[in-house]
């Protein structure tokens, strides 16, 4: 079986790309990194310092173990499965919550000691579950078995900050660009947790990289640090949140297109009432037609202070977008131009205000 990879990175032919030193940001109780939305309408909160928490009837609950305690306290990444909550940690690997029988279930088989700090976390069309990880590169569950895919295999680094599955396979975000990874010809999906069973591994041929022709992309406005922390696919665009310089779109003709207006560290991306909108450190915007041949964002006047960064956004079953902060905030909007608190962390839990 064979597998492609396409590297999209920010570099010359001959050099290797300069990333940009740790950002030093001020220490919160309870940034929220990830919210999700299972099929009833109920709201998980994956944060780092608290937790996970659950919003059921307007109520916050943390979500702890059977000696009531947190299992992880930093959660990079949620992800709804069915039945299943999978939850990406920052130091403590993947876990997995059964939401109808309110249990946490051992993941087995386990990813192994090197998939402890998590970012990406993503479910294929073909059944496969991806991990990607802080400086391991990433991983499948095929069939039962956990399979490396990293530089190693391929992958142009082991720094995964995002997954996105495509119909024909993923993209990785990673610490030095962008690269697509095709999925084999066939596959069986992955069994829940509890019931996995092992299976032989796949051997993985060296795979291709590809740069940028010219070792640059997208002209004037490309980005000088290649960290990409968040993907999300959209039609046939594929649309990158980057570390330091704002949002891009990838079109399948192999073009980069920079959103124009956006800047900055881009946290969070979501599809909201037909726009795009785009959450990150220097505020939030509004694309209004993303698949434009050079779409533009549009400023969204903030109802919190200056300075606040902004860290993911989730669509409500009630047709609302909210919209999770590094200092532990909540905000909801119904028009995208009033907005209100929803939920604060203080003193130990999420409260309303």
């Not at 993947?94 to 479910?123: Q, S, Y």
């Not at 990874?181 to 060296?206: C, Q």
């Not at 010219?214 to 004037?220: H, K, R, T």
């Not at 549009?298 to 200092?327: A, M, Y």
Request: charged share 15%.
């Amino acid at each position: 079986m064979l597998w492609l990879v396409v590297g999209i990175i920010v570099s010359s032919l001959h050099s290797t790309p300069t990333l940009a030193a740790p950002l030093r940001l001020p220490e919160y109780d309870a940034v929220v990194r990830s919210m999700v939305v299972d099929q009833t309408g109920r709201l998980w909160i994956g944060s780092f310092g608290a937790g996970l928490w659950l919003v059921d009837n307007g109520s916050a609950s943390p979500v702890l173990d059977a000696q009531g305690e947190y299992p992880s306290r930093r959660i990079s990444r949620l992800l709804v499965d069915g039945r299943y909550l999978w939850v990406a940690t920052a130091g403590e690997g993947l876990l997995c919550f059964d939401m109808e029988a309110r249990v946490w279930l051992p993941v087995n088989p386990d990813p192994g000691p090197t998939m402890r700090a998590l970012h990406g976390l993503a479910r294929t069309t073909d059944g496969r579950l991806l991990l990607g990880s802080v400086g391991s590169g990433a991983a499948e569950l095929w069939n039962g078995t956990w399979r490396p895919l990293g530089r190693d295999q391929g992958l142009g680094d082991d720094w995964v900050n995002d997954i996105a599955p495509t119909p024909s396979g993923a993209w990785f975000a990673t610490s030095r660009g962008v690269w697509h990874v095709n999925a084999p010809a066939s596959t069986t999906s992955s069994p829940p947790p509890e019931t996995a069973a092992g299976s032989p591994p796949r051997e993985l041929p060296p795979a291709a990289t590809w740069l940028y022709p010219g070792g640059s992309c997208c002209g004037p406005d490309a980005w000088e640090n290649p960290e990409v922390n968040v993907l999300l696919l959209l039609a046939s665009h594929t649309f990158l949140g980057t570390m330091a310089d704002g949002a891009f779109r990838h079109d399948p003709d192999g073009e980069t297109r920079k959103l124009a207006g956006t800047r900055g560290s881009i946290q969070a991306m979501c599809l909201w009432q037909g726009t795009l909108w785009v959450a990150g450190a220097q505020g939030l915007w509004q694309v209004t037609d993303p698949t434009a041949r050079r779409p533009t964002a549009t400023p969204i006047p903030p109802t919190w202070e200056p300075g606040v960064v902004l860290k993911s956004l989730v669509v409500t079953t009630r047709g609302s977008l909210l919209i999770g902060t590094q200092d532990g905030r909540i905000f909801e909007t119904h028009d995208g131009s009033t907005f209100t608190l929803a939920l604060r962390y203080a003193d130990g839990a999420f409260r309303r205000p």
